[in-house]
């Protein structure tokens, strides 16, 4: 059983920094993409940043410039360093993993997302 946990969120101050992890445990054989998407109230949701294997990223126009994504591959964790935050920010965050397995065959994952609130 696969499963992701994530951690990190909580209430901070505009200007202030953040840093999401998002753990995969469980019978993992490989990942391939991770990501972070978000969600606030009455909003759709949407892409933040993601990064592949290999450690090529894209951003969210929004964040770009303020927030880095990274992986540690030996761990199956996927990180988002989020700092400058502004009150637009606040949303749930969830983590995306797209995992393969010994076939070859590609699964994709959510985490239980975390809040993140930003007070002005």
């Known amino acids: 059983q696969v499963q992701l946990v994530e951690s990190g969120g909580g209430l901070v101050q505009a200007g202030g920094s953040l840093r999401l992890a998002c753990a995969a445990s469980g019978s993992i054989f490989s990942i391939n993409e991770m990501g972070w998407y978000r969600q606030a109230p009455g909003k759709q949701r949407e892409s933040v940043a993601d990064i592949t294997r290999g450690g090529s990223t894209n951003y969210s126009v929004s964040v770009l410039g303020r927030f880095t994504i990274s992986r540690d591959n030996a761990k199956n964790t996927v990180y988002l360093q989020m700092n400058s935050l502004k009150p637009e920010d606040t949303a749930v965050y969830y983590c995306?993993?797209?995992?393969?397995?010994?076939?070859?065959?590609?699964?994709?994952?959510w985490g239980q997302g975390t809040q993140v609130t930003v007070s002005s």
């Open positions: 995306k993993v797209d995992m393969r397995n010994p076939f070859g065959h590609v699964y994709e994952y």
